[in-house]
């Protein structure tokens, strides 16, 4: 794996807890240089500390920092990737792993409902942002790549309402979740498609249902479910595999516009294959995002 790794520039958000903090520690192993998104810098700083320190024993050059956005605000977003791009103006790899769960609706500084602005929203705008130095990286080796931290979650929904992707005609946390899941996978596929040729590779992934701080905080029956079984779940560290190898393995390099599971290519929803259905969100979002 370090052959596709070491020295290369990875970005990783959400990457202060969970499935991201494993992330971020196992791409440093294999001696990249990573940035860590996260929202709060006292977490953040403390991620950092424990990802610097993989490396270190490692010993394969790579390391660790740290960049703050708050990625549900849209403004944070274009900070954050002005700020990456003045860093790395090549971008091998970004991991686009930050989400969240809640409980009852509610809406961003942009009037943005926070799950999807959160879950898909964020992976939108950020990688538009990101737009040239994942092309120079791909220019460059062609071998960049585009990691989509999505769920099979989205299996739970039939089709993709587009009608109403904000739940305005009634919340529920579980679909609301689910709905944004559905959403990454589709525009997911969808950039693939448009990054063709560009040596940028895009896939998708579910990483298993991971006993992280997923949901802490929050009521309903997720939140009690992930109260209850996270001694049951799997570790962070297992659930970043399918992330770490989508990232850097290079038995898929080129491989492009697809959905895994444990490492392996897997059949993502009925749903979540409609083409013109993928092209109506990509239009939404770019909308939502302000045009591009």
Request: avoid cysteine; hydrophobic fraction near 45%; proline fraction near 5%.
């Given at each position: 794996m370090g052959a596709t790794t070491a020295g290369r520039?990875?970005?990783?958000?959400?990457a202060s807890t969970g499935?991201?903090?494993?992330?971020?520690?196992a791409l440093a192993e294999r001696g990249a240089r990573v940035l860590m998104v996260a929202r709060d810098a006292g977490r953040g700083e403390d991620a950092r500390r424990e990802v610097a320190?993989?490396?270190?024993?490692?010993?394969?050059?790579?390391?660790?920092?740290?960049?703050?956005?708050?990625?549900?605000?849209?403004?944070?977003?274009?900070?954050?990737?002005?700020?990456?791009?003045?860093?790395?103006?090549?971008?091998?790899?970004?991991?686009?792993?930050?989400?969240?769960?809640?409980d009852a609706r509610r809406e961003t500084a942009d009037g943005v409902e926070a799950t999807l602005a959160l879950n898909h929203l964020a992976y939108v705008l950020l990688t538009r942002e990101l737009d040239a130095p994942l092309r120079a990286a791909g220019a460059a080796t062609g071998d960049a790549r585009v990691v989509v931290v999505a769920s099979d979650a989205h299996q739970a929904v039939r089709a993709l309402p587009l009608d109403d992707l904000q739940a305005r005609r009634g919340y529920g946390a579980v679909r609301q979740y689910s709905v944004s899941k559905l959403a990454n996978v589709m525009w997911a596929y969808a950039l693939a498609r448009r990054l063709e040729g560009t040596g940028v590779a895009v896939?998708?992934?579910?990483?298993?249902?991971?006993?992280?701080?997923?949901a802490a905080g929050q009521g309903g029956l997720w939140g009690a479910?992930?109260?209850?079984?996270?001694?049951?779940?799997?570790s962070p560290e297992k659930g970043a595999r399918t992330s770490?190898?989508?990232?850097?393995?290079?038995?898929?390099?080129?491989?492009?516009?697809?959905?895994?599971?444990?490492?392996?290519?897997?059949?993502?929803s009925a749903a979540s294959r409609d083409v013109a259905a993928q092209e109506a969100l990509w239009a939404e979002g770019e909308r939502l995002v302000g045009g591009g």
């Open positions: 520039a990875v970005l990783v958000t959400g499935i991201g903090r494993a992330t971020a520690g320190a993989r490396a270190e024993r490692a010993g394969r050059g790579g390391s660790a920092e740290v960049l703050l956005a708050d990625l549900s605000v849209q403004a944070e977003v274009r900070r954050l990737g002005a700020a990456v791009r003045e860093r790395a103006p090549r971008l091998d790899v970004l991991v686009n792993n930050a989400g969240g769960y809640f896939n998708a992934l579910h990483p298993g249902v991971v006993g992280s701080n997923f479910f992930f109260a209850v079984a996270r001694p049951l779940l799997l770490v190898y989508l990232a850097s393995d290079p038995a898929i390099r080129g491989a492009t516009g697809g959905y895994y599971k444990r490492q392996r290519p897997a059949r993502s």
